[in-house]
Nanobody, 126 residues
Framework: QVQLVESGGGSVQVGGSLKLSCATS????????IGWFRQTPGKKREGVAR????????YYADSTKGRFTISRDNGKNTVYLQMSSLEPEDSAMYYC???????????????????WGQGTQVTVSS
């Protein structure tokens, strides 16, 4: 019964900031990974950032250029994606997804995510 719900999307001007939230439920412990992904029409889905809930280790796609920060609030079972210096190329439907962490509680890749939210739209206009 893993469930993910994204929120926080909207429209923002170039150079602006936006903070997305991913509320999670259904996991009995902290041994899982949360990833943020994005997709635009006609393009493949792209991993943006991911985090180990247990260890707080984070990983970022090169395309973020240091502009995005993923974080967690375990008391709220929520993962955030803070986005700044937004560009039109960041416009996409943003999804969060979950999978079990590996045996060392690492989140080694953007592959094999099993549970997905419905997405939240981000539009960056010039």
């Amino acid at each position: 019964q893993v469930q993910l719900v994204e929120s926080g999307g909207g429209s923002v001007q170039v150079g602006g900031s936006l903070k997305l939230s991913c509320a999670t439920s259904g996991y009995a412990d902290s041994s899982y990974c949360i990833g943020w992904f994005r997709q635009t029409p006609g393009k493949k889905r792209e991993g943006v950032a991911r985090i180990s809930i247990a260890t707080d280790s984070t990983y970022y796609a090169d395309s973020t250029k240091g502009r995005f920060t993923i974080s967690r609030d375990n008391g709220k079972n929520t993962v955030y994606l803070q986005m700044s210096s937004l560009e039109p190329e960041d416009s996409a439907m943003y999804y969060c997804a979950a999978k079990p962490a590996d045996w060392r509680l690492f989140c080694q890749s953007f592959n094999e995510y099993k549970y997905w939210g419905q997405g939240t739209q981000v539009t960056v206009s010039s």
